[in-house]
């Protein structure tokens, strides 16, 4: 089973960027899709985007739409999350996750099996 550790998170001022690195580990990366979740304080996890195993498909949660970019390096088993224009409610810890095989419904979390332990991103207004 793959291992997950996110990094990059911090804090940063509204209207900043952060990059978020997920590196896997015990496993080959190329054969899962991957996706990033999100969870703010006293709320539930929430999808944030996902990318095919090749990386020619993402796909985004419309809060994110146009000012985040997934993408991946499966040669250096990595997932990356450059986020850009950050807002408040940005604020949240997000995670990877690697998603099943026979999982269709890329934004259900149930369709995700391994999950990294997280990073915390904080956007100051």
């Known amino acids: 089973q793959v291992q997950l550790v996110e990094s990059g998170g911090g804090l940063v001022q509204a209207g900043g960027s952060l990059r978020l690195s997920c590196a896997a580990s015990?496993?080959?990366?190329?054969?899962?899709?991957m996706a990033w979740f999100r969870q703010a304080p006293g709320k539930e996890r929430q999808y944030v985007a996902s990318?095919?195993?090749?990386?020619?498909?993402?796909y985004y949660a419309d809060s994110v739409k146009n000012r985040f970019t997934i993408s991946r390096n499966n040669a250096a088993n990595t997932v990356y999350l450059q986020m850009n224009s950050l807002k408040p409610e940005d604020t949240g810890v997000y995670y990877c996750?690697?998603?099943?095989?026979?999982?269709?419904?890329?934004?259900?979390?149930?369709?995700?099996?391994?999950w990294g332990q997280g990073t915390q991103v904080t956007v100051s207004s």
């Open positions: 990318i095919n195993r090749s990386g020619n498909s993402a």
């Open positions: 015990g496993g080959t990366l190329s054969t899962y899709g």
């Open positions: 996750a690697a998603r099943r095989p026979s999982a269709v419904i890329i934004e259900a979390q149930d369709s995700y099996n391994n």
